[in-house]
């Protein structure tokens, strides 16, 4: 029998894996990285890295910190550092990412945003921005002045030339 007085750290040396004829439906949450080899029906969210292999399948929400993937992902793909595709690589849907390597023969049918930081699915939201209306004082001024004077103008756009005269 073997003994050791070491702590055994499990969570961060580890890594999952999902062999090939496995398939998983619905939402894995894990501190380890994966190496996919099977099928995933759902969503993966983990702080590290995450390969899917040749055979691999994702289809739903891949959240981490980077992916190497030669398999097939459909789904939304946020990446918070280097999304590596693979020349063997399907990507369909949506990917969110900080950087981007993608090898010649892959196969990327997907919206992309690149670049800053990468939020989570969860605290993900859509900012709006104002939008900034400027009155022109004047022509207001000038409306109601030929209103109330009863004149009424009628305005041409024309080209205006170097010297100011219309041509």
Do not use: H, W, Y
Not at 33 to 60: A, C, M, P, Q, W
Not at 66 to 80: Q, Y
């Amino acid at each position: 029998m073997l003994k050791s007085n070491k702590p055994i750290e499990i969570v961060g040396n580890s890594q999952n894996r999902i062999a090939i004829g496995t398939t998983i439906t619905g939402d894995i949450v894990s501190e380890a990285g994966f190496r996919i080899d099977g099928e995933i029906i759902g969503s993966l969210k983990t702080s590290t890295k995450v390969v899917i292999g040749k055979d691999g399948k994702i289809d739903g929400t891949l959240e981490c910190i980077s992916a190497d993937i030669e398999g097939s992902f459909t789904g939304t793909l946020k990446v918070e550092g280097l999304l590596s595709l693979k020349s063997s690589a399907t990507i369909e849907g949506e990917v969110v990412t900080d950087k981007l390597s993608v090898e010649p023969g892959a196969t990327f049918n997907a919206t992309c945003s690149m670049g800053g930081v990468v939020k989570s699915v969860s605290a993900e939201k859509k900012e709006e921005k104002p939008v900034k209306i400027e009155k022109k004082e004047e022509a207001v001024e000038n409306e109601k002045k030929e209103k109330s004077s009863g004149v009424t103008k009628k305005r041409k756009s024309a080209n205006v030339g170097k010297k100011g005269k219309s041509t």
